[in-house]
């Protein structure tokens, strides 16, 4: 036993130090969903952005940003590890699939990190359609260019909604100033908005002129809508 003391002793020495320096983690992780199907997305990339601050902007930019990013394991799930930085003080986690939407809260723009627990999130993504619109001025000069207001209307399938999908509601008040034509384009989930109301209104000095239409989406596809004006 005499001999075997100083090797025990080391050895436990050793441990100690190992544990000293060990840097304590922060745990995320989180699973992605079908919206229909609700089973797991497998080989979805995940981009796990983390940051000092937001800026409240039209963008909603993260202040001191790191961006991770991995993909979904066989069971949907992600997990990601980081070195506790009190600095850092808000996440979000984005999902990324081909033909897929994220069906995520807009108003929610970050999550407050929390160290003393694991960081959790669950993500569900439907399969998308794509509703283009494109804008063509018919006025000869810049000056007699009118304003255009824009505004469609979807209403989710409240049979099955998702987690965090309410209406969706898009605003659009703006002077197109170029006569060449120009476009938007904007992601739905087609299970959730299958058709999209459109209204929008032509205003030229005091005339104003209102415009409605129904537009079908398409299922993974892009369907094409033009406003004259």
Not at 88 to 116: C, F
């Amino acid at each position: 036993m005499k001999k075997l003391y100083p090797l025990y002793l080391m050895g436990l020495l050793s441990l100690l130090s190992c544990k000293k320096d060990e840097v304590e983690k922060a745990t995320f992780e989180g699973v992605v969903l079908d919206y229909e199907s609700r089973m797991p997305l497998p080989n979805t990339k995940i981009i796990f952005t983390r940051g000092t601050g937001i800026l409240i902007d039209d963008k909603a930019k993260f202040e001191g940003a790191i961006a991770d990013s991995t993909v979904t394991d066989q069971s949907g799930r992600y997990k990601f590890t980081t070195p506790i930085d009190q600095k850092m003080v808000v996440y979000r986690v984005n999902a990324r699939k081909p033909g897929y939407q994220e069906s995520n809260d807009p108003i929610t723009l970050a999550s407050l990190i929390d160290y003393a627990k694991t960081n959790q999130d669950t993500i569900v993504l439907g399969k998308s359609a794509y509703l283009k619109l494109n804008f063509k001025s018919t006025a000869t000069n810049r000056s007699e260019e009118p304003f255009l207001q824009i505004e469609w209307n979807t209403k989710p399938d409240q049979s099955n909604p998702a987690p965090t999908s309410p209406t969706t509601l898009h605003i659009i008040n703006n002077r197109l100033y170029s006569l060449a034509d120009t476009a938007i384009t904007n992601a739905f989930i087609y299970a959730q908005h299958p058709q999209v109301r459109l209204r929008w209104s032509v205003v030229q000095d005091k005339d104003i002129r209102k415009y409605e239409e129904t537009v079908n989406l398409k299922l993974q596809d892009t369907t094409t809508f033009t406003i004259n004006f």
